[in-house]
């Protein structure tokens, strides 16, 4: 018996030593191309040969590349301030309020965010051109919030389900308002789930592509993986490596130190489902 558990242990740390190796070798290997110029990026090699930060250089003192951080920046979280506050207060009335059609309410939420992004592109571009915020950061504001509420909304309500029943009748009583109830009373047993899914939103933002090219047409309103996307060289057939991966360890390592600061958070998020009275 002893020989199977350690048998098993180990293959298990194994596993788990592949996994990771895995999932990190392609931002490591993207950091020692960073650091690459000239024939090096196309020399394979596994190990820092140089620490050449003519990349970084270039990428950060490009015409518009810091602007396209702060767009990103700014587009990202403006959505999570705002799919937070519309999925808090719809959580709490899908969860605490009984009404006609909740359930088939909740499935149809849960339904929209089946919709893959190109085929709601073009009524969505013609939508934002409607509105007049083509070329502006809110036309990708707004078209994040939509596809991100579903998700957020979903989860709150779960987890919000399964908040004592106990809490919010004692707030009823000593006179407390739903939004009070709401702020002061659910939102710090919400912290884990709010945390969870407002990262989770902030990535998908951050990150997203589609959008951000079709409702930008600028390169000062563009967010960074346009930008990117976009990095030309010095000809037209030169693809610009060393910038490129530059340019994607810069807006990486900010997505990564968010997810090691919460990530006791996430993790209370994604595997509690309420608080156990």
């Known amino acids: 018996m002893q020989a199977q558990s350690l048998i098993a242990r180990t293959g298990f740390y194994i596993a788990v030593v592949a996994i990771v190796v895995i999932a990190v070798f392609p931002f490591y290997y993207a950091i020692l191309t960073s650091f690459k110029t000239g024939t090096q990026i196309f020399e394979v090699t596994y190990w820092p040969t140089s620490f050449d930060l003519s990349n970084y250089r270039t990428v950060l003192t490009g015409r518009t590349f810091p602007q396209n951080v702060l767009n990103?920046?700014?587009?990202?979280?403006?959505?999570?301030?705002?799919?937070?506050?519309?999925?808090?207060?719809?959580?709490?009335?899908?969860?605490?309020?009984?009404?006609?059609?909740?359930?088939?309410?909740?499935?149809?939420?849960?339904?929209?965010?089946?919709?893959?992004?190109?085929?709601?592109?073009?009524?969505?571009?013609?939508?934002?051109?409607?509105?007049?915020?083509?070329?502006?950061?809110?036309?990708?504001?707004?078209?994040?919030?939509?596809?991100?509420?579903?998700?957020?909304?979903?989860?709150?309500?779960?987890?919000?389900r399964d908040l004592p029943v106990e809490i919010e009748e004692a707030a009823i009583v000593d006179g407390a308002t739903p939004w009070v109830i709401i702020t002061k009373v659910f939102m710090p047993l919400l912290w884990p789930a709010l945390v969870t899914t407002g990262l989770l939103a902030f990535i998908g933002a951050w990150n997203e592509f589609l959008f951000a090219l079709t409702f930008t047409s600028s390169e000062t309103t563009r967010t960074v993986p346009v930008a990117i996307a976009l990095l030309s060289g010095a000809s037209d057939k030169e693809i610009p490596w060393g910038p490129i991966m530059a340019a994607s360890v810069i807006v990486t390592v900010p997505l990564v130190v968010l997810v090691l600061i919460f990530q006791r958070k996430i993790v209370a998020g994604l595997t509690a489902g309420g608080v156990k009275g």
Do not use: D, H, K
């Open 72 to 160: 990103s920046l700014f587009v990202a979280t403006a959505t999570v301030c705002l799919s937070l506050l519309l999925a808090v207060t719809a959580s709490y009335a899908l969860a605490r309020v009984r009404f006609r059609g909740r359930g088939l309410l909740l499935i149809t939420i849960l339904a929209v965010s089946m919709f893959p992004q190109i085929a709601v592109l073009a009524g969505l571009f013609e939508l934002i051109r409607f509105l007049g915020l083509f070329n502006t950061p809110f036309a990708l504001i707004f078209s994040y919030t939509i596809f991100t509420l579903p998700f957020t909304v979903w989860v709150l309500t779960t987890f919000m």
